[in-house]
Every structure is written in C-alpha cells, then in structure tokens.
C-alpha cells in the first residue's frame, strides 16, 4: 500500500473539461426525447402564471448575435420563473410578410410579373418557411426551452383571421379612414412606409435661398416686392401651391440694390450674410397676420403661390416664410387643407415626376434638383445655391432615403384615442425607466398610422368597394373575410372575385348591379405583429392577456411595443403587457455595428461550434443590456476563462463529496464548525441576492457576478483551499470532514439550481453526479435562503477574521517576496493580537493555522510587544519566520514531531495516529 492510498483524494468522472460542442447537442436531444419542458409545464400546472410574450423575429436567415442575447435572456427569465413557482410556458413566434422576402425573391432571379400573384405569395411563403426551420434549429442550438413544435407564424390561417379582426374592430369603432395625404414614401421599395420603418442618415443637399415675386400685394407688400423662401429640397418646388408666414411674426420689407425683398424680421441679418448682401434697407415692417392670402408667382410655373398664415413656422433657421407643398410635407398639407389648396404630389411610386411636372416629367426626383436649380438661375430667381450635410430620413430595409408624397392610403387615426394610448403607458411597469418616456413621447408626437402597403407579400386590407368608390367595412364583411382566412389563408383572398368573397346574398345601397371590387393593398407588417395580442395571448388555452412581460431591442419602442399597444389600446382598452424591458445593440470592440461589410460579425453558430452555446449564455448574463453591448472574440475567450473557473469549482465539489451520503452523512447546522456555518450563511445569502437582486429583477449581471464572486473568493480562494486539510487528510468518518462535505454538497445543489437558467447543460451534466430525487435540475425548484439562529453575530466574527487573515496573506506575501519562504505551508506565523481579536481568536473553534493554511501558528497574550520584524496592522502585529521541522510526507505541512511516531517516521503527529487508527494492516505491512 502507498502512503497515497491512506488519503482522501477526490474522485469523480465529472470531467474537467466541458466538450460543450459534443455534450451539448446530446443533452438536448435527451431532453426532447424525454420531454422535459412539458414535464415542467405538468409541474407548473395550476401555479401563478407568468407570461413572457415572445415578440416575433423576422424569419430571414440564421441568427446574429444580436438574436442570441434576445433569446437567451428571455430562457434565463422564463427558466428561473418556471424554477420559482410560476407556470411560465414559452411559445416563439415568428415575423413572416413584408419586403425584405420579396427582395430575397428578387435576388434569387424570381420574376413576380411573369406568374400570379398566388403563384408569387407561395413562392414568399415557402421561402419564409424554410426560414423559420433555419432559425428554429439556431434558437434550440442555444438551449432555449419553448413549445418549438407549436410556434406561432404570421402567415398561418389562424393568425391572419385573427388579425383582420383586430382591423374589423377598429374598423367598427372609426378608428380606419382613407385619406389623401403626404406620407413617408420610399422609391426604392415602391411602398409607404410607417415611422417604425424610418432611419437616419446623415446626407448631403442642396441649400436654396428662392424669391418669389409677389403678384397682389394687395397693399400690404409692394407688388414689385419678392418673397424669399429657403429649402433643401429643390425638388419639391414643382408642387409649390403657397408660401407660408407665421401670424405674429415681423416681417420686413428691404431695398437690396434695386430690388425688394420681404423676410423675417428677425432672421434679416442672418439672410443678408447667407446671400451676400453688403447693404441694405429697411423700407417696411409686416406683421405676418397682415399678409394672410397675399398672391405670389411660382418661380417657373405659371402658377399662383397663396400667402398663408401657420403656427408651424418657426424662425430657427431659413427666412421665415416657408415655401408650401401640401402634397410633400405634414405641415404643408394641414395648411393647404385649411386654405382649401389641392393636394398636388407629381411624383410616383418610383419616385420619378409625373406630366403633372412639366419639364421635368420621366425624371428622379434626386436628379432632377440640379435641373430646378438651374432652371432658377435663368428665371433669375435662385439667390444663393449652398450644399450642407444633415440628418435625412431613410428606408430600414433598402437603406435608401425616402420622401415626403401624398398617395390615397389606408390609416388608423391615432388622435382618436391617443389619450388612452397614453394613459396605458403611464400603467406600465418600464423596467428600464427611460423607455416610458421614449414611447409616451413617440404616442404624444405621431400623426395617424399609415396601415396601408403597396407590396404583395401580405395580409390583404379586407376592404370591398361599391360601383360609386365606397369602402365597404362591415363586421359582417370583417367576420367572412376572417372566416375564409382561416379556412383557406389570406391567399384566398386572390384566388376569386370580391362578389365571391363577400356574405351570401350580401348586398349595398352603392352597388345595385351587386358589381364589387376589392383592395389590392396590404397592411403594414407592424399591424401583422402588433396583433400578436389577439392571435397569441388571447387565442392559446396555456397564454394568457395581458402579457406579463415583452423583451426585445429598444429599436422596438418605435415597432412591436408601439404597435401592440396601440392595437391593443384601440380594440381592449388596454395594453397587452404589464411590464416591458428593452436591450441595447451588439457592437464590436470598437462600439461599431456588426456588419458582415466590415467583418466585425459574430456568428453565433460558429461560437457554438468552437466554444459551445452555455458559453454565449454565460456572456449574456454578464453583459449590462439596458446599453448597447461590445463584443469581440477577446470578450468569449474571457467568459469561457470564467466557466471553466465555475467548471473547476463545482467539479473539486463534487470529487470531494463522492462518498458523501445527504441522507447519512449530513450533519445538522447547530453541529457545523464556525466556519462551517460561515459559509452556510454566505451561501444563503448567494442564494437570496441571486433570486431578489438578479432574476427577480432582470439583473443578470447580478446573477453572474454574485455567483463567480462565491465560487472564485468564498470557495476557491478561501473554503476551499485550506478544505483539502481536512477532506483529504483526515479520516473517511471525521467529524470535521462530514460537516465541510455538508456545505460542499449544499454549494453544489444550490449553485446548480442557481446556475440552471443560465448554463442549463453544464447543469444538468452536474445535477447526474448528485443525489437528489428529480431526475433533471429543470424540474427542480429554486433553493429558497434560510435565516439562521445567531447568524448576525456570526458573521461579524467571521468579517473580523478575513480582515485579520487578510493582514496574515500580506505579511506571508511579503516573507515569499523576500525569498524567506516559497508556500505558505512552508511558514510559521506569530500573531500580536490586541484585546478585540484576541476575544476574536478565543471565540472560534476552527484551527487558526489550517484556516490560515500554515504549518505553524502562536498566538501571544495580549500586551506583548511584538517582534521588530513583526509587519503592525490596526487589529493585530504579523511575524513570518521560516517553520522549524521536517515535511510529513502526507499532510505536506512542516512540523517539529515528524518522526516521533516508531512505524510511521515520515509522518507529523496527527497523521501517524490517522493512520494507525484506520489502516492497522498497512502499519503492520508496512507501506511501499
């Protein structure tokens, strides 16, 4: 027998390395094998419900990083929700019409006006289909738990019904109208687009400062006087129909050379420098109510320019008179509606002028700027051409800028029940408290929603039309065109006439002939998902409305959380959520966008492959979402440091409890060392911070650096590390060995409950080495923190002692650096304590030297001066010396009665009678 045998080192099968890529995989399909997340919604059953409304990915490719962090901290809610008493099933969803399918279409050479629509419409809904398979296995690959097999789709029957509904129910209310009016229009999508859809950019225009000469000044301004208005969208002059003042404004009338020119008075000197005026001369002051309905000429048109009086115009920058386009701009429009102006928008889809344009008609808007400002130069009327950078707004999609256009579109009118909007919003439990404002301002601020769509691939607007024009909208047209979706799909809708798919025998006061068209546009795909509420949370026996909670990118408060509640307001009264949390962008270690152009990107399945998904998971519980998070492949080879750190922990727990029976060997609290019991405490005390402070509160940040903070200075560096003096050396059956293997095994169930929602595989690896009754962790609940008797006061005792250990691990540092000594094993250590730490000392019942993990320690009475060479702290003086002895070959400590055993020579004392005691035969043997 070897003197080896005689200790009690750990085994256990538990590997040191993860192999996450391989075991991963396994695990799950253990898990879909034995239905595990069923079996925990069984668990679950007739609990609290918590519902965390998945807000539907757009089913376009594999995932990026930033779907990982979205996915996962919602597993990490859901799981630790589910482990905490409440039934919280998880059902994805999926985002599936609109533009960007069509693109992809368009890419891959399909050419939409060379088959039908219903041939087209298959073709986008397979191509979403398979999209949906794609990232169905990338979000499972993750380890995120749900009802995978029954998702909701927004392109289902039962969705589509169930959103033309929510359309029919504002429909019924008044809240849908049709009107002509200037809307974000993007050219290179051929579309309207909401603000939702709105990005941006920063580009370059042309800066004009246009006079306009005056044609009935009707005395007010002189009739050889011109108005000067400034734009940067040249291109807009065409449909000029007015020039706007501001009623209580002072406008001026000034001679420049021998001519005349009417601005703001206050933005006079500001205009005289932008057009290059050395003089000038005031000739009159304007009140701008004076020139209501003042006549003007267009620039290059033979046409009347209205002077009209606005609110809207402002004097922070340009000349205070506005040039007017009702069809190009909000402002333009609620004006020239006032004062009766046609709605003039000579510009299509394309975005290329109609005849309605003469001279510039077949021409792009963009390009046509320099011809207009040339064409002003001749007609003399271009003062000053200038170019600026600024902010402009641009399509999501094509990234390409947009314009302003009237277009007869369908809208929901948002002033009509703005104010519940609002006060919905105040109800709402923003977890993170600046989106409350982001999205009260939002609602404040926005005119009526553009629902209409000028694309095929999606859910058609359920409007019939009369012979006369009249929109038909009736809850019994509403509820048959709900009922054919849900039967047949929307597509249906384009397999057959309006008469067709209209009620039986329906007929209309505006339609004697019962001839009926239909609408051929689509809605918006933020009203497909902002009507999740009704077709998910309203429609699914195990969900339930309101949501409990919707977590997605805070680019969402302009999306999903803005058009589910708005529809959900309009048709409930209510919102659909109770609370809300929002996360920042994934960026590059530079606070760059990840982009595949800059090949800064993250693919989450090539993180998979080489580091596993319980590493992304723990990356995501350490980052702080509320801001934008950094993000390089630096970053994960740290994290994957940190599990392997946690790995490493629980693995020398569970080699150490190995033959650790809880039902037999446990030991009770009151008969736990000191320091037992201090670190029964901190445990709990891990175990309420990560359960009030982290998941309750969505802080998984707390969660991760609470428990690496245990694992690394509680256990590693502390409990741990002078552990292996009583696991290893003393006897199988000792006291003080059981009651550390105790707390090991109560570390070890707690942190893997703890740790579930966050690392679910290496949890479950662990979970099978220990002895509990559920068969997986996930169907275990969460470890519930215990108060215990005396605890305040221990835990002062043991706050003293790591100050006093703290001055000890100083003072060794020191001696090691000084070459005095190489281990710590290798010192003896006097302690000077004064009269607190020496009651300090007196009151704990732990060896002091093995705590402090030294082979020799004296403490000496209070009142003795300490050595020269002493290192002074406030509590206590610190002397290393060299420990005088030999090294025990099996504890490694150096003591002076090495040897003093006859059989057992290379042993210290207390090893020899361990020895003697528990291995007689080996004694008497000999060992080799």
């Known amino acids: 027998m070897k003197m080896k045998d005689t200790l009690q080192l750990g085994k256990t099968a538990f590997p040191m390395r993860g192999n996450l890529p391989v075991r991963e995989v396994e695990w799950q399909k253990d898990w879909e094998d034995k239905k595990v997340y069923e079996k925990r919604q069984e668990l679950n059953e007739g609990k609290p419900t918590f519902i965390l409304h998945d807000g539907p990915p757009y089913a376009n490719g594999n995932i990026h990083l930033g779907h990982a962090l979205n996915k996962i901290s919602k597993d990490i809610i859901v799981r630790s929700k589910s482990m905490s008493g409440f039934r919280s099933p998880y059902v994805p969803g999926w985002d599936t019409h609109g533009l960007p399918i069509e693109q992809v279409l368009t890419n891959k050479g399909v050419d939409r006006k060379k088959m039908t629509r219903s041939e087209y419409l298959d073709k986008c809904r397979d191509y979403a289909l398979s999209q949906i398979d794609t990232q169905r296995e990338d979000f499972k690959r993750l380890g995120v738990a749900g009802d995978w097999d029954n998702p909701y789709i927004t392109l289902t029957p039962d969705y589509e019904a169930a959103q033309i509904r929510v359309f029919g129910k504002m429909a019924e209310k008044g809240y849908i109208y049709k009107g002509m009016k200037p809307i974000y229009w993007s050219p290179s ?20 400062y246009v006079a306009f000469k005056m044609k009935d000044g009707k005395g007010v301004v002189d009739n050889d006087a011109q108005l000067i208005i400034w734009t940067t969208t040249p291109w807009t002059l065409p449909a000029n129909l007015g020039v706007s003042v501001h009623p209580d404004f002072d406008y001026v009338m000034v001679k420049v050379e021998d001519e005349k020119y009417v601005v703001a008075k206050d933005l006079l000197a500001n205009v005289a420098e932008a057009i290059g005026w050395e003089t000038y001369e005031v000739l009159k002051e304007i009140k701008g109510s004076q020139m209501d309905r003042l006549i003007a000429q267009h620039p290059f048109y033979e046409r009347d ?4 009086v606005g609110e809207h115009v402002t004097l922070e920058a340009g000349t205070g008179l506005v040039h007017t386009a009702p069809g190009h701009g909000d402002d333009d429009y609620q004006i020239g509606r006032k004062y009766g102006l046609e709605i003039l928008s000579p510009v299509d889809d394309r975005g290329v002028f109609t005849k309605e344009a ?16 040339e064409l002003l130069q001749e007609k003399g009327a271009l003062l000053k051409l200038d170019f600026f950078t600024h902010s402009y707004p641009h399509d999501w999609r094509t990234k390409k800028p947009v314009i302003f256009r009237a277009t007869p579109q369908w809208f929901a009118s948002i002033d009509k029940f703005r104010e519940n909007i609002l006060s919905e919003i105040e109800k709402v439990d923003w977890i993170i408290p600046w989106g409350k404002t982001r999205l009260y301002n939002m609602v404040r601020d926005r005119g009526d929603w553009v629902i209409s769509r000028q694309r095929a691939w999606g859910v058609p607007l359920p409007i019939f039309y009369a012979e006369n024009g009249e929109p038909i909208i009736t809850p019994e047209t509403i509820e048959h065109v709900a009922n054919l979706f849900a039967a047949h799909g929307s597509r249906v809708w384009y397999d057959h006439e309006a008469k067709d798919l209209l009620p039986e025998g329906f007929t209309h006061e505006g339609s004697p002939n019962g001839k009926f068209t239909k609408e051929n546009d689509i809605m918006d795909v933020w009203f497909d998902s902002g009507s999740s509420h009704e077709a998910v949370l309203r429609s699914r026996d195990d969900l339930s409305f309101p949501a409990d909670m919707y977590l997605e990118g805070s680019d969402q408060y302009r999306g999903w959380f803005n058009s589910s509640i708005t529809t959900s307001v309009a048709i409930n009264g209510v919102a659909p ?48 979402y509320e801001s934008d998070v950094r993000v390089d492949m630096n970053t994960l080879t740290q994290i994957s440091e940190t599990y392997r750190k946690i790995r490493n922990t629980m693995r020398f727990l569970l080699a150490n409890t190995s033959d650790f029976d809880p039902a037999q060997h446990r030991v009770n609290y009151r008969e736990l060392r000191s320091v037992d019991k201090y670190m ?16 309750e509160k969505y802080s998984f940040s707390t969660v991760y650096k609470t428990i690496v903070n245990f ?18 050396i003393e006897a199988e059956e000792d006291d003080s060995r059981r009651c550390m293997q105790t707390v090991f095994y109560d570390v070890l169930v707690a942190l893997t409950k703890l740790l579930t929602p966050i690392l679910p595989h290496t949890s479950e690896e662990i979970w099978h080495f220990l002895k509990e009754e559920e068969v997986y962790v996930q169907l275990a609940e969460m470890p519930e923190a215990v108060q215990f008797e005396a605890q305040d006061e221990l835990m002062e005792e043991w706050s003293a002692f790591m100050k006093v250990r703290d001055n000890v ?29 020496d009651v300090l000392f007196k009151s704990l019942d732990t060896d002091l030297a093995q705590l ?20 002074k702290f406030d509590q206590v003086a610190v002397l290393v010396e060299k420990a005088e002895g030999d090294v025990c070959e099996r504890c490694r400590a150096v003591k002076k009665d090495v040897g003093s055993h006859e059989k057992l020579p290379t042993l210290c004392h207390r090893c020899a009678d361990i020895v003697e005691e528990n291995f007689p035969e080996a004694v008497a043997e000999g060992f080799e």
């Open 711 to 728: 694992c690394t200075v509680d256990l590693s560096a502390f409990y741990l590390d002078f552990a292996k003096d009583v696991v290893y």
């Open 680 to 695: 029964t405490v901190r445990l709990n005390e891990v175990i309420q911070t990560v359960r009030e402070k982290g998941y």
């Open 809 to 837: 691990l100083k003072a060794l540092e020191e001696a090691r650096n000084e070459k005095l000594i190489g281990k710590s094993f290798e010192a003896k250590v006097t302690l000077y304590p004064n009269e607190v730490t």
């Open 358 to 373: 003469p001279g510039f008609d077949g021409v792009f808007y963009d390009k046509a700027n320099p011809m207009i400002t």
């Open 852 to 871: 402090l993990i030294v082979s020799q320690l004296e403490i000496m009475p209070v009142g003795t001066v300490p050595s020269e060479d002493a290192l």
């Open 189 to 208: 999508s051929e579309s309207s687009l909401a603000e939702a859809e709105i990005e941006y950019k920063d580009v370059k225009s042309p800066s004009i």
């Open 577 to 624: 959520y109770r609370a809300v949390l929002s996360q920042g962008f994934t960026l590059d270690a530079k606070g760059r966008k990840q982009s595949k152009s800059l090949g800064n990107t993250i693919e989450p399945g090539k993180v998979i492959k080489q580091m596993g998904a319980d590493i992304l998971r723990l990356w995501v519980a350490s980052v702080d």
């Open 305 to 308: 320019s209205l002077v009209m």
